[in-house]
């Protein structure tokens, strides 16, 4: 089974202040078919996951410009320019080139 | 748009089985694969297992003899039974479409206690 493995868990960030998050995988999501299979969800307090960026660095629609995705092989990083008050909640990296689907344990974004 | 929504039971008692149902509007189940997700309280995402608009499943191996997923397509909607259920089955439980790779759309979950 693929580990996705996240780092840092908790992140306290000043608002208009940058904040990054890494994502490690156990084995390399690159497929065959050249796409990598690395996604970032947004869990805001009291709501369902939504996704942020498929793909490594391909953002969905409607999410803002300052999120941005980066990274290849095993290695993977979300970075938000400029935090704002709305980005609050868990950040979870999740494979899915391989079953059993995995994501990692979450890191918690918190404004300062 | 695809919308979801989870139903069943809010306590099952432990041994017991707990089921859940997710209803889908906004398009027909038999074209994409569908997922299960939980997440125990304060705790991170777990991925359950899937079924495809063929029927085939697929389950995490931790939860592999204890869950049954299937579809009803009459009904436009997608099951989860988790046998022997114990206190550490106590979850939000989500359901979500898989489409382009990814799990694309999430019902708004359903917490479920595991106690007598």
């Known amino acids: 089974d693929i580990v996705m493995t996240q780092t840092p868990l908790s992140l306290s960030v000043t608002p208009g202040q940058p904040a990054s998050i890494s994502c490690k995988s156990s084995q390399s999501l690159l497929q065959s078919d050249g796409k990598t299979y690395l996604f970032w969800y947004l869990q805001k307090p009291g709501q369902s996951p939504q996704l942020l960026i498929y793909e490594v660095s391909n953002r969905f629609s409607g999410v803002p410009n300052r999120f941005s995705g980066s990274g290849s092989g095993t290695d993977f990083t979300l970075k938000i320019s400029r935090v704002e008050a709305e980005d609050v909640g868990f950040y979870y990296c999740m494979q899915t080139i391989e079953l059993p689907y995995s994501f990692g344990q979450g890191t918690k974004l918190e404004i300062k | 748009q695809f919308q979801l929504e989870e139903s069943g039971p809010g306590l099952v008692k432990p041994s017991e089985t707990l089921s859940l149902t997710c209803s889908v509007s906004?398009?027909?189940?038999?074209?994409?694969?569908w997922s299960w997700i939980r997440q125990p309280p304060g705790k991170g995402l777990e991925w359950i297992g899937q079924?495809?608009?063929?029927?085939?499943?697929n389950y995490t191996p931790s939860l592999k003899s204890r869950v049954t997923i299937s579809m009803d397509t009459s009904k436009n909607r997608f099951s989860l039974k988790l046998s022997s259920a114990t206190a550490a089955d106590t979850a939000m439980y989500y359901c979500?479409?898989?489409?382009?790779?990814?799990?694309?759309?999430w019902g708004p979950g359903m917490f479920v206690i595991v106690s007598s």
């Open positions: 906004g398009g027909s189940i038999s074209h994409y694969h």
């Open positions: 079924i495809s608009d063929s029927g085939s499943t």
């Open positions: 979500a479409r898989f489409a382009f790779g990814v799990l694309l759309y």
